[in-house]
């Protein structure tokens, strides 16, 4: 499934997401990008695209087929 594509390369590891997602499903890679930085990563299993992520990330690191039941839920 395609629903989550990440542009890792633009993650500056601020956190913004990870603090925000209500479903524990972002976490930061061991690896680092090319600016130095642990980039996020998502759990599909966990995610149930809400769409935060990509409301808060400065850096447009997100890209998801939002569910709208989802973030109404929220
Ligand atoms: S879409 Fe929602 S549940 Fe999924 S990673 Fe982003 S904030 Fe978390
Ligand atoms: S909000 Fe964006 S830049 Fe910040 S940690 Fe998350 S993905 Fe990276």
């Keep these: 499934m395609e629903s989550i594509n990440l542009k890792s390369e633009r993650c500056k590891q601020c956190e913004l997401c990870f603090a925000h997602c209500p479903s ?4 930061f890679s061991n690896e680092l990008n090319k600016a130095g930085f642990n980039f996020a990563c998502v759990d599909e299993e966990k995610c149930i695209r809400c769409g935060i992520c990509y409301t808060m990330c ?3 690191v997100y890209a ?11």
Aim: charged fraction near 20%; proline fraction near 11%; avoid cysteine.
């Design 58 to 60: 400065p850096d447009g």
């Design 64 to 74: 998801i087929a939002i569910n709208p039941q989802a973030k109404g839920e929220q």
């Design 24 to 27: 524990d499903a972002i976490s």
